[in-house]
């Protein structure tokens, strides 16, 4: 079973950082676009940002933007979300999920329904 497998979240005061990982399980990350999206508290799910593979195309939405950041290590299958400066409204179930369209493509997008594997979701709560 293909599963891609999120961790890092937790509890973190305003301005503080966390980094995300998600690594892929039964799944080579390596030829997949990956996806990072969130969902607060009665909010819908929405998304943060995404990275291809081969050009390493990136996108981080207007929100994080200056604070996060989303990076691969190819040799541990292993995508990465870094979070900086986190504010109150970053708090939300994050997600990670990999699309299989635009793994070498020249960039990704944050269309839910091309990402085909999503796991679980790691908390993150920015709180003082």
Known sequence: ?????????????PGGSLRLSCVGDGLNLNTY?????????GKERE??????TVLSSRFLDDSVKGRFTVSRDATK??????????KPE???I?????DPFR???????????DYRVWGQGTQVTVAS
Request: proline content about 2%; overall charge negative.
């Open 103 to 113: 793994g070498f493509q020249s960039h990704c997008v944050m269309t839910e329904r």
């Open 47 to 52: 998304g943060v940002s995404c990275m291809t």
């Open 90 to 92: 970053d708090t939300a």
């Open 77 to 86: 299958n292993t995508v990465y979300l870094e979070m900086n400066s986190l």
């Open 94 to 98: 994050y997600f990670c999920a990999a």
């Open 1 to 13: 079973q293909l599963m891609v497998v999120e961790s890092g979240g937790g509890l973190v005061q």
């Open 33 to 41: 676009a990956v996806g990072w999206f969130r969902q607060a508290p």
